[in-house]
């Protein structure tokens, strides 16, 4: 794990770009405990069979959260992209939006998503939950690595889910 630059931080809510960074803008369409994704990783969605197939899964599993509209084609110009933790053991663990623009930087893309703990002293029911974030990016990235930010707002490499 390695901090995310200061300046960045503080320059970027300026509009301003420092750390040679580029800043990407994040749309985050579905963020639940539950998702039909239960393996963790991170996932593309590239083709329309597979943009269908998501759709159905997220009905069948989305009971107090909207779904994304996703009745249309997929934009050349946006991917999809979905985050899954994999299983977990209660409630309390998920995934928390961080900001609204990803990070570019020397291949590496850090999503603006961490991933949340249980609270210490609170008690939460013991059900298996499967935490994701469904995400829209620009497609013009070339990231050969995407990671998340940790709940202290640090790089976190996505294969250590």
């Given at each position: 794990?390695?901090p995310?630059c200061?300046?960045?931080?503080?320059?970027?809510?300026?509009?301003?770009?420092?750390?040679?960074?580029?800043?990407?803008?994040?749309?985050?369409l579905?963020?639940?405990?539950?998702?039909?994704?239960?393996?963790?990783?991170?996932?593309?969605?590239?083709?329309?069979?597979?943009?269908?197939?998501?759709?159905?899964?997220?009905?069948?599993?989305?009971?107090?959260?909207?779904?994304?509209?996703?009745?249309?084609?997929?934009?050349?110009?946006?991917?999809?992209?979905?985050?899954?933790?994999?299983?977990?053991?209660?409630?309390?663990?998920?995934?928390?939006?961080?900001?609204?623009?990803?990070?570019?930087?020397?291949?590496?893309?850090?999503?603006?998503?961490?991933?949340?703990q249980?609270?210490?002293?609170?008690?939460?029911?013991?059900?298996?939950?499967?935490?994701?974030?469904?995400?829209?990016?620009?497609?013009?990235?070339?990231?050969?690595?995407?990671?998340?930010?940790?709940?202290?707002?640090?790089?976190?490499?996505?294969?250590?889910l």
């Open positions: 794990m390695r995310i200061p300046a960045l931080m503080l320059l970027s809510t300026l509009g301003l770009s420092a750390c040679k960074a580029t800043q990407y803008p994040v749309e985050i579905f963020n639940a405990n539950q998702c039909p994704q239960v393996t963790q990783g991170i996932y593309a969605i590239r083709s329309e069979a597979q943009r269908a197939q998501l759709s159905l899964q997220l009905s069948a599993v989305a009971v107090a959260q909207p779904i994304p509209d996703l009745a249309h084609p997929l934009d050349p110009e946006q991917t999809l992209i979905m985050v899954a933790l994999g299983p977990r053991p209660n409630p309390g663990h998920g995934l928390s939006a961080q900001g609204i623009h990803a990070m570019l930087e020397a291949g590496v893309l850090t999503l603006p998503l961490a991933e949340t249980p609270l210490p002293g609170r008690m939460y029911a013991q059900v298996i939950v499967t935490p994701c974030a469904l995400l829209k990016l620009p497609s013009r990235l070339n990231a050969e690595t995407i990671r998340l930010l940790d709940s202290d707002q640090r790089d976190s490499d996505a294969n250590g």
